[in-house]
């Protein structure tokens, strides 16, 4: 297996072409895991301050983008029936009951929270109270990793092979 599928969402998988994934370079940077971003020590000529403008917080890290999700997936998070997949189960069922931002398309995010992600350039990867939803705390995971979003699946805060690892970056994301 090409070491860049294992990024691909499993539900959109077998829509991604082989071809597109020859040759890609292994995103070695931009990992959930261990997230880059989130190095707040300060370096030669970054004192604290800069660092933590620079760095996200590791409450966070860039799970402050609250995804819209779409139908398919919101049936595939509700028929999901791993253990990983409880806690974004409960968060979409419990927004179905809620019925606000629920459409035959899919879960939309809420206006308030489109607000303050306009408002508040400065708060991405920073701000707690704009954590998504499905963000497991504790752990730093995606409880809805497997059916995750466009959005979601092609953001790289940091980028393997230099350019040519952005220009890939930035394919992936308009393919």
């Not at 974004?88 to 489109?114: D, T």
Request: hydrophobic share 35%; net charge positive.
């Amino acid at each position: 297996m090409n070491p860049v599928a294992r990024y691909i969402p499993q539900a959109f998988a077998h829509l991604v072409p082989d071809r597109l994934l020859t040759g890609a370079p292994d995103e070695r940077f931009a990992t959930c895991n261990n997230c880059a971003m989130c190095d707040t020590r300060a370096g030669p000529g970054l004192d604290s301050q800069a660092a933590a403008k620079a760095f996200f917080s590791a409450e966070t890290k860039c799970c402050t983008y609250h995804p819209d999700i779409p139908n398919y997936a919101v049936g595939g998070i509700l028929l999901d029936s791993t253990a990983q997949g409880e806690f974004g189960r409960r968060v979409i069922e419990a927004a179905i009951a809620r019925r606000i931002g629920v459409f035959p398309s899919g879960i939309s995010r809420p206006q308030k929270y489109s607000l303050l992600y306009k408002s508040s350039p400065t708060a991405f990867g920073k701000a707690a109270s704009m954590r998504c939803p499905l963000y497991i705390s504790g752990s730093g995971a995606c409880s809805i990793w497997r059916y995750r979003n466009a959005v979601c699946t092609t953001w790289f805060c940091k980028h393997a092979d230099g350019f040519e690892g952005r220009h890939y970056g930035r394919l992936c994301a308009t393919t």
